[in-house]
Every structure is written in structure tokens, then in C-alpha cells.
């Protein structure tokens, strides 16, 4: 088993990457100990109330709910992306744990592949 850390940082709308990671994320954690990583714009992916529709994308965001029922607890949040946004104060779609950058290179440096969205 390999620790794989799937990282999203690209916006989730006008573009496939934020599903693709997703779909990544799920395939693999079946022999994988996968951890997300939400950093930069990938932060948005976790914001409520968001309606895509209206500019014609599909709503993948709810699927993200998914990750816990694959075992993928290790969600982890820049509280740096956030702080920059002004997005501290907002609930996430999901349960995760808001970290520090330094955290994150951490955690990212006991990882044995990453994959970057």
C-alpha cells in the first residue's frame, strides 16, 4: 500500500481537473492510503452553494462527499488559500482539517507519489 496524496489547487469550474482528481482520488484508494490535498484556487471546490449549471458546467461538487465513504479521511485545507480569499469564516461542503503551509510540505514529504490538479 502507498501513501498517495492527490493535490487540488486549480478552480473547480471551466475545466476537468477538480473532477479528475476526484475520480483519481476514489479509483485508487481501493489499494492506496490516499490523502487531499486543497490548496490555492482548489479551495473553491469546497464551497457551498455553488450552482455551475448556470454556466452550463456539471455539478460534480456534492460527489466530493464521497471521499469519506472510500476511507479517505486525510482532507487537508491551506489556511493560508483560505485567509487569502476571506474565506476563514465559511463552512466547508465537507469534513476536513485546516492546516498551516509548513503542515502541508510536511505531510506532503511522507508521501510516495502525488498527483497535482
Given amino acids: 500500500m502507498k501513501n498517495v496524496a492527490i493535490i487540488i489547487s486549480t478552480p473547480p469550474h471551466g475545466n476537468a481537473k477538480g473532477r479528475e482528481a476526484l475520480d483519481t482520488a476514489l479509483a485508487l484508494s481501493t489499494f492506496n492510503h490516499i490523502s487531499v490535498f486543497f490548496m490555492g484556487d482548489g479551495i473553491f471546490h469546497l464551497l457551498p452553494n455553488q450552482h455551475p449549471e448556470e454556466i452550463l458546467m456539471r455539478d ?26 476571506n474565506l476563514s469564516q465559511i463552512a466547508l461542503n465537507i469534513p476536513n482539517q485546516q492546516i498551516e503551509i509548513t503542515q502541508f ?11 497535482r490538479f
Fill in 105 to 115: 510540505h510536511q505531510l506532503l514529504a511522507d508521501q510516495d507519489t502525488i498527483l
Fill in 60 to 85: 460534480y461538487i456534492a460527489t466530493f462527499n464521497m471521499l469519506e465513504l472510500y476511507d479517505i479521511e486525510d482532507v487537508y485545507v491551506c489556511k493560508t488559500a483560505l485567509d487569502e480569499r
